[in-house]
Structures are given as C-alpha cells and as structure tokens.
Antibody, heavy 118, light 111 residues
C-alpha cells in the first residue's frame, strides 16, 4: 500500500522560505510515476503547485513558478518543496501526492497545515 | 478564480441522483480525456473517485460515474447516500505548461 507523509514547519514568517518534505513508503520513487504538491487555503479549493517525474523532470504552476522548487531524492524515497518569499496568501494545507501519468492523484498524504505569520 | 468552473453547491435527497458539472476550455477539459473527480470530507485529504473521465478506481461504488461533452465534464452520483455528503473537485490535465488545473469545488448536500 502506497503511503505518503508530509513533514515540515507549521509556521513560517513572511518573506521566508517554506520547506516541506514528503516521505513515500510502499513504493520506490525510482520505479516511476510523477510526484507532486497540491495546496488548499483554509475554506478554499485545491491548487496544484508542482510535479516532478522520478527522473527529475519538473513542472510548475505558472502562477507560482518564480518562487517554487521541487526536487526528488530517490535514494531516500522522498521529494521536497521549497516556496520562497511567502506571504499570508500562502497559508494553506499542503498535500503531497502521487500523480498517475501526471494527470491525476491516486494517492495523497494526510496534509500538513502551514501558516505564514510573524 | 479557478481554472475550471463548478457550481458551488448541489443537493439531493437520499436515493436520488445528482449531477455536478465542470466546465473548462479547449485547452484542458476539451483537449484531453484526463478529467478526474475527487471527494473530500471535512478535515480529510481528497480521495480519487473518477479518473480519465469515466474510470472508477477499485473500491469506489458504481453509484459514481463520469462523462464529458466538449469542454464540460460531469460527475453523477446515483442512489444518494448520507455518506456522499462532501466537497467534490474536478481536475483536468492541461498540457505540459499548466499541467493540472482544478475546479473551485462543489459542496454536495444530502437532504
């Protein structure tokens, strides 16, 4: 059974960089699939942030591209997200997910709430 | 503003059917047969209910079905049950630049 678990600080100061890691178990990232980050501001809808193929090819939401970096560490079966220059608008539940073919998320982490506040 | 347009709410009585629409453009929903639907209960992560317009993952009841016509996709829930009350989100592949776009979500209420 594929499982994903997000980890990282729950509170980030404005203008700083948000860093999250997703640990994957039950499946080896190097075996394939795309892996991505999706966020959901409180009371709002879902927003795709970025995806990465197991080989390292990356895809970014154009609206966030200038601030986002996604990376993968196949040796540890984990992938990471960095979002720079955060503001209160970046406060959200952040989910990591496996993306089948890059098109839909068949496995999700439980999510981690990140609040941007001084 | 979300890339895909969904009605904010929908409702039906137990046993009835309800259909939720998801309207995109010729660059996403209309261009690819990669529309998916997710169910999200309060405080929970989204759950994949439909992939590739019509495919149900293992374990999803056959009361859930998907379809697409042009730039609009639809999710139909037949034989509504209390546990179907949740938020539903559509998404579509949108090409290598935009990759994945979501709808704003529809709150389904079982009366």
């Amino acid at each position: 059974q594929v499982q994903l678990q997000e980890s990282g600080p729950g509170l980030v100061k404005p203008s700083e960089t948000l860093s999250l890691t997703c640990a994957v178990s039950g499946y080896s990232i190097s075996s394939g699939y795309y892996w991505g980050w999706i966020r959901q501001p409180p009371g709002k809808g879902l927003e795709w942030i970025a995806s990465i193929y197991h080989s390292g090819t990356t895809y970014y939401n154009p609206s966030l591209k200038s601030r986002v970096t996604i990376s993968v560490d196949t040796s540890k079966d984990q992938f990471s997200l960095r979002l720079s220059s955060v503001t209160a608008a970046d406060t959200a539940m952040y989910y990591c997910a496996r993306l089948y073919g890059g098109e839909y998320a068949d496995y999700w982490g439980q999510g981690t709430l990140v609040t941007v506040s001084s | 503003q979300s890339a895909l347009t969904q009605p904010p709410s929908a409702s039906g009585s137990p046993g009835q059917s309800v259909t939720i629409s998801c309207t995109g453009t010729s660059s996403d929903v209309g261009a690819y047969n990669y529309v998916s639907w997710y169910q999200q209960h309060p405080g929970k992560a989204p759950k994949l209910m439909i992939s590739e317009v019509t495919k149900r993952p293992s374990g999803v009841p056959d009361r859930f079905s998907g379809s697409k016509s042009g730039n609009t996709a639809s999710l139909t829930v037949s034989g509504l049950q209390a546990e179907d009350e949740a938020d539903y989100y559509c998404s579509s592949y949108a090409g290598s630049n935009n990759f994945v776009v979501f709808g704003g979500g529809t709150k389904l209420t079982v009366l």
